[in-house]
């Protein structure tokens, strides 16, 4: 099976997920994608992207608030391809 492309709407950037990343925000940082982040596990909401395509996954539900539309890549990852609004 092939990794979901990770497509990042304002650079244009398509990313893949290699095998050991263990969740989207890892995946970003590994292409030198810079995220805000703080907890690495869903507390603080910090790392909230707008999800514009696709579907996410994870791990355990987040307890940060997040909006209709935004994900949390520090505890999720991408379930099909995805597009990012960054
Ligand atoms: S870094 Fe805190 S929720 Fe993602």
Request: proline fraction near 5%; charged fraction near 20%; glycine fraction near 6%.
């Given at each position: 099976?092939?990794?979901?492309?990770?497509?990042?709407?304002?650079?244009?950037?398509?990313?893949?997920?290699?095998?050991?990343?263990?969740?989207?925000?890892?995946?970003?940082?590994l292409h030198d994608?810079?995220?805000?982040?703080?907890?690495?596990?869903?507390?603080?909401?910090?790392?909230?992207?707008?999800?514009?395509?696709g579907k996410v996954?994870?791990?355990?539900?987040?307890?940060?608030?997040?909006n209709d539309g935004?994900?949390?890549?520090?505890?999720?990852?991408?379930?099909?391809?995805?597009?990012?609004?960054?």
């Amino acid at each position: 099976m092939s990794s979901p492309t990770i497509t990042l709407r304002a650079s244009g950037a398509q990313l893949s997920a290699a095998a050991g990343e263990s969740c989207l925000l890892e995946i970003l940082e590994l292409h030198d994608v810079a995220v805000e982040y703080q907890c690495r596990s869903g507390y603080c909401g910090a790392c909230r992207l707008k999800l514009l395509k696709g579907k996410v996954a994870y791990r355990q539900a987040p307890l940060a608030f997040v909006n209709d539309g935004e994900i949390l890549p520090c505890c999720c990852m991408p379930l099909m391809d995805i597009e990012l609004e960054i």
